[in-house]
């Protein structure tokens, strides 16, 4: 299961591994790959995982969760 999180406020190269990071903690995280020009995280799933948890990951992070996109 993959699902892709928008997000806006990442600006370079560390902020998308800052995302990936705070996505990874998660153990129901298998895989993250950022798009920085692209505004959003692909994540891959080995479980459900609520876009509520997700956006909080995400706005614990600093970044704005802008909504999750069916995949
Ligand atoms: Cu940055």
Do not use: P, R, W
């Amino acid at each position: 299961m993959k699902k892709k999180i928008m997000i806006e406020g990442m600006s370079c190269g560390h902020c998308s591994n800052h995302v990936k990071d705070a996505l990874m903690e998660l153990e129901e995280v298998k895989e993250v790959t950022v798009d920085l020009a692209g505004k959003n995280a692909v994540v891959e799933l080995s479980q459900e995982v609520t876009d509520e948890v997700l956006k909080e990951v995400i706005e614990e992070a600093g970044y704005d969760f802008q909504g999750v996109a069916g995949l």
